[in-house]
């Protein structure tokens, strides 16, 4: 009985031994077959240590490849502090290289941790530091690449673009907004230690870094460059209080340049006070447009067909009076009869708010909402203001009158620009914008912008009625200093007083100019304004005109527009220069060509008697004096 019993409990402890066997066994296939790599993965991951290889940011281009924003390769110090034996004698040396104190160098080299990235002593290190720390051969002391933000235009776009922090981070303009495209996926050299730091014996892993996508813009560079060479000159010849300008493709809503002065460097953006750097003014700018705006009152007028600006008269005294309020011409003396296309001409006062009065305050200021005023163009960059236009119920005689040549409301140039783009286009109302394209490093497009039409506000009859009176403007009126001999140029000028706290200051004007080329079929058109320029006349005419002229002609030459027949002809003024066509002497002897060559001076290379080439060719129109030189036989 007593062995029976005994041989039971043997049998009992025989299975439950057994059944454990069997359970490790299975536990040991569960954890080899179905959690080997989640254990190896958190094996590795406890003896792993990276060291972080920055990805490249993703490139900025102009619309035709060239780039605008580009990245330095450089280094950056990292500490595997275990690793270093003599701490004391890296942390000298480190110390002397990087030129910091030994106690700052000592809280890296010395700090309980895995790894140190010496921040910011050690980043961004130039080739020759990083070059007398690699010749240490320190153990523990590792250099590994960074990528540095680097504009190689300097201030070229510099408000549009933004600029980056120390980290790569985008920290306004396109960097800004477009942070989360540019950067890249950071890459590693994963190597193995001990619980102490010591490296292993086992193969490094290297993760390659993904740089960041490019992003191409709407800018052309040649039209930039021109922005910025001609802001500069600005600001040497009248010390401003700012300028800027911005040329827009008006069939699209392409932002082709833009430009801002006071402008900054964001390679050195540190040494530049907030007030500049977060001032993109194009966009974000607002301010009274002047007489500028009287290409919207008069587009609306035509449209609504209350005046025909051709045959309709108006007789301008000088002033006019409104609900007791005096509003006056800038000629004292009035212009007398006129047209409306010379109302438009002379940039008269009372002839527009004639055409206020005609409209209606509902009608024009339908015509103003419906323009793109009062709201955001929805253009593709940060800080973009709304400008400020009278509640309707606010809107009186006065207000009507005012609002009809440009004063007493504010808008931004962005929207001015938009709104005379439509004008001129045949009626559209385009949002602007200035990226064209985001592609990865593989140059595959992964984001394509194309024009968005947001309404359409006059008829195209009403829209080629208006390109006629601009060029008017620019051959008859107050743009003669813009024309163009051979290009059909349209524009208006502006000159708007600045008000403080509801008082206008005394001689303190925003001088500006719209400019469209060519009027008979617009590729561009162009703001330019000037605040408070010193050392001028207060006449825009005077002062911006000239300047336009200059961007237009680099307009003309990056865009490839060629010239246009039946322009309309420049009334001459006293201090014109009279123009003539070149006749083709070439098989002339020299003295009928010389006949023939009157007025210019004649300039001969080469020897002979005989003319076999000329410069500048038959048919072209030059100034009286000019030079023509004849290359002889």
């Known amino acids: 009985m007593f062995f029976q019993k005994t041989n039971r409990r043997i049998r009992i402890l025989f299975c439950i031994f057994l059944l454990f066997f069997l359970f490790i066994l299975l536990k040991v296939f569960y954890i080899q077959v179905f959690q080997y790599h989640k254990l190896n993965f958190l094996a590795k991951d406890l003896w792993s240590r990276d060291l972080e290889i920055e990805a490249d940011r993703g490139k900025i281009f ?18 595997i502090p275990n690793q270093i034996q003599d701490k004391e004698t890296a942390t000298k040396e480190l110390a002397n290289i990087l030129q910091i104190s030994y106690e700052d160098m000592k809280k890296h080299v010395y700090k309980k941790t895995s790894i140190e990235r010496v ?8 080739y020759e530091v990083a070059e007398k720390i690699e010749a240490l051969k320190i153990d523990g002391v590792y250099l590994v690449k960074e990528s540095k933000r680097y504009y190689p235009y300097q201030d070229l776009l510099s408000h549009t673009l933004g600029y980056v922090g120390i980290d790569n981070q ?6 800004l907004l477009y942070d989360s495209y540019l950067t890249g996926r950071n890459g590693a050299i994963r190597y193995f230690s001990d619980a102490h730091g010591q490296k292993l014996l086992m193969s490094d892993v290297y993760e390659a870094p993904t740089p960041g996508m490019n992003i191409h813009l709407t800018i052309d560079v ?16 009248f010390e401003p209080d700012m300028a800027l300008a911005v040329v827009v493709d008006p069939k699209s809503g392409e932002i082709l340049g833009m430009s801002s002065a006071p402008d900054f460097d964001p390679n050195q953006y540190k040494n530049y006070a907030t007030s500049i750097l977060s001032r993109n003014l194009p966009i974000w700018a607002s301010y009274e447009p002047g007489s500028t705006f ?22 301008d005294s000088g002033k006019v009076k409104v609900d007791g309020s005096t509003l006056k011409c800038w000629k004292s003396t009035g212009h007398g009869d006129q047209t409306f296309l010379e109302v438009l001409q002379n940039s008269c006062n009372p002839g527009f708010v004639k055409l206020g009065q005609l409209l209606g305050k509902e009608k024009l200021f339908s015509y103003i909402h419906n323009f793109g005023f009062g709201e955001k163009t929805g253009i593709d960059l940060s800080g973009e203001g709304e400008g400020i236009l009278f509640p309707m119920e606010r809107i009186g005689n006065v207000e009507l009158a005012t609002s009809a040549f440009g004063q007493g409301i504010s808008v931004t140039p962005i929207q001015q620009v938009m709104a005379v783009s439509a004008i001129v286009n045949g009626g559209y109302l385009y949002t602007p914008y200035v990226v064209k394209s985001i592609s990865d490093s593989t140059n595959t497009v992964i984001q394509q912008n194309s024009r968005v039409l947001k309404r359409k506000v006059i008829s195209s009859e009403t829209s080629a009625i208006m390109r006629i009176a601009l060029e008017n403007v620019v051959a008859k009126g107050g743009g003669k200093s813009a024309y163009i001999e051979g290009y059909r140029i349209g524009g208006k000028t502006g000159t708007a007083q600045k008000s403080e706290k509801g008082i206008y200051l005394v001689n303190n004007y925003i ?25 001028t006349a207060m006449l825009s005419s005077y002062t911006t005109t000239p300047i336009a002229r200059r961007i237009l002609l680099d307009i003309i030459e990056a865009l490839d527009i060629p010239k246009q027949d039946e322009e309309i002809s420049k009334d001459l003024e006293w201090n014109d220069k009279v123009t003539y066509e070149v006749p083709n002497v070439i098989g002339m002897d020299i003295q009928d060509a010389k006949k023939n060559l009157f007025p210019f001076e004649v300039v001969l290379e080469g020897e002979g008697n005989q003319v076999v080439e000329q410069s500048p060719k038959a048919g072209e129109v030059i100034y009286e004096g000019d030079k023509v030189r004849l290359f002889l036989q």
Request: charged share 25%.
């Open 222 to 237: 040649r039209i930039q460059e021109s922005l910025e060479r001609e802001m500069n000159n600005i600001v040497d010849m």
């Open 170 to 175: 985008g920290l306004s303009g396109l960097e």
């Open 511 to 535: 001088m500006s100019f719209m400019a469209v080329v060519p009027a008979n079929d617009p590729q561009a058109v162009l703001y330019l304004a000037i605040d408070n320029p010193k050392h």
């Open 119 to 126: 921040h910011p002593e050690g980043r961004r290190l130039s």
């Open 294 to 315: 009287k290409i919207v009152t008069m587009a609306s007028a035509v449209e609504e067909k209350v005046v025909d600006i051709f045959h309709d008269h108006f007789y």
């Open 62 to 79: 102009d619309r035709n490849g060239v780039v605008l924003a580009d990245h330095l390769t450089t280094t950056s110090l990292i500490l």
